[in-house]
């Protein structure tokens, strides 16, 4: 055997381990570096910024979203501490942090830091729930590259905000669940409680994480799919008496422990902001119990309160208004509407040149999501209401479950009369991304398992366009310098409603 064929042998054998290295240091790359540019805030920060110094310094506050997600930005910034020698008093006497109040040479490195790398490790439990459904490590790679190289992503992921934290959770409850169907082990209440554990997690960040809920229903049908097919109403009510506490209770005893953590971190009330906190609350707080339980049990109706009366607040979507970056969710699948974020401009040998940080669509990445839910719901139709039978009984209901969870997602956030943004649409793009893989090896299912080098030559070559076209469009992601001609050439379509500055 020759030297060659000895070692083509043993990257063969080894690439288990070594695709998915590359595909993680790939993301890392792609999301990671310079990601402390641009050096000032831009869109949420300026808000989640506030609240994370809150926790450093131990202010009592109240917000939207639930706590973890802020909390972990506060990890950052003290894990890495490069502004320790900094005054940042400022920031915890507001809610909405402007750009003079920042001390001279701050950094963000440390209050980007989990959301940037959580979703660059997000790529690697995307990379394990696709192989550990197709059992092919080049398929898994392949559709990985959407993640990786999406320019929305990307842009949101790089900053002090809540999607690029909560992906990561998402993907690790998906991961999970998809773990314990493929193991070929009965499902125990263990497999229901750590799942819980997971999703209790991704609730913990924003709400909408609660379409994972369906997880729950899922495991049950795999778990008692025989009883369900001999209708056996006795059997499957008995084990539903068992598997909801089994998943719920962990799932609550989650969000009541991370909600406890950030009613104890207030133990200070500063420039008078008590966010109408009940005076049994403010009592506790005030004479130092911030981590009593009755500061908790009355801190934990008060945040909740204010959690609703602040989203019932929030402006209705208005088309109409100048200015407004909000949009119809039914647009959010062709990228409508992008938003910029902030931008720099500069004159260069008399050229205006002018650096965005935007969010915008791959549209590579997101038109084949959009084929790929209506190639589902085709095969859906076909399947339960024509009563075709389908080539492959297990591919086909990993279809089924993603594309539920796709759909579920946008018929829940179509009911909301609050202001939405295209941002609010990465949830169930990740879920579109996951189902665009199930449905290409559903239909290429024989080429894929002969190895066919048709197949994965075209597959090679849509991967090149991915990244071809998420070049193109990088300078919003990175805030490169663009001319307005440079501008024109990438504003590809009118729904998009991008403006060049001028």
């Known amino acids: 055997m020759s030297q060659v064929t000895k ?8 690439q288990r381990y ?5 595909v993680l240091l790939l993301s890392l790359a792609v999301y990671g570096i310079n990601y402390t540019s641009p050096k000032s805030m831009f869109w949420d920060e300026n808000y989640h910024i506030a609240s994370a110094e809150k926790y450093l310094d131990g202010v009592l506050f109240m917000e939207l979203h639930p706590p973890l997600g802020k909390m972990l930005i506060a990890f950052g910034e003290k894990a890495l501490g490069v502004n320790d020698h900094l005054d940042k008093s400022a920031l915890t006497r507001t809610d909405y942090v402007k750009g003079d109040m920042l001390p001279d040479g701050m950094s963000f490195a440390g209050f980007r830091l989990a959301s940037t790398f959580l979703m660059a490790f997000s790529a690697l439990l995307f990379y394990g729930i696709i192989w550990r459904i197709i059992r092919r490590t080049w398929v898994a790679a392949a559709f990985t590259s959407l993640l990786i190289f999406d320019n929305a992503l990307v842009v949101h992921s790089r900053a002090a905000m809540l999607e690029g934290i909560q992906l990561f959770f998402i993907l ?4 999970y669940f998809t773990r314990v169907i493929t193991s070929g082990e009965p499902i125990r209440l263990k497999h ?3 799942l819980g554990v997971f999703i209790g997690l991704v609730v913990s960040i924003k709400f909408n994480g609660a379409v994972l809920l369906l997880l729950f229903v899922m495991l049950y049908g795999v778990d008692q799919w025989d009883n369900v097919r001999r209708f056996d109403w006795a059997a499957l009510f008995k084990r539903l008496a068992v598997t909801v506490p089994a998943g719920v209770l962990p799932l609550l005893a989650v969000f009541a422990s991370i909600l406890y953590l950030h009613i104890a971190l207030g133990d200070e009330v500063v420039n008078n902001k008590t966010y109408k906190a009940s005076d049994e609350y403010l009592a506790e707080v005030r004479a130092g119990r911030s981590h009593s339980l009755p ?8 945040n909740l309160r204010y959690m609703l009366e602040y989203s019932d607040g929030v402006a209705r979507l208005d088309i109409c208004k100048p ?5 119809y969710a039914i647009g959010w699948p062709l990228g409508n509407k992008s938003i910029n974020y902030r931008w720099d401009k500069n004159t260069v040998d008399g050229q205006a040149q002018v650096r965005y940080i935007q969010i915008i669509a791959n549209p590579i990445v997101w038109f084949s999501v959009v084929v790929g839910i209506v190639l589902s719901l085709g095969l859906a139709l076909s399947r339960f209401v024509y009563g075709q039978q389908e080539k492959d009984p297990r591919l086909f209901y990993w279809v089924m479950a993603f594309t539920t969870l796709y759909v579920s997602y946008m018929i829940a956030i179509l009911q909301i009369e609050r202001v939405m943004y295209l941002y609010h649409y990465l949830v169930p793009l990740v879920f579109g991304m996951l189902n665009l893989a199930m449905i290409f090896n559903y239909i290429f299912r024989e080429e894929i398992l002969a190895g066919n080098r048709h197949t994965m030559v075209n597959v090679g070559l849509f991967v090149l366009l991915v990244i071809g076209v998420f070049a193109y469009f990088a300078p919003f992601s990175y805030g490169l310098p663009m001319t307005e001609d440079q501008f024109e050439a990438r504003n590809w379509f009118h729904l998009w409603q991008m403006n060049v500055v001028r």
């Open 18 to 22: 070594w695709v998915p290295a590359l």
């Open 295 to 302: 500061a908790f049990y009355h801190g934990f109706k008060d």
């Open 192 to 194: 229901y409680a750590l």
């Open 7 to 14: 070692t083509l042998t043993v990257v063969s054998h080894y």
């Open 172 to 175: 690790l409850a998906l991961y």
């Open 323 to 327: 200015g407004e970056n909000g949009s």
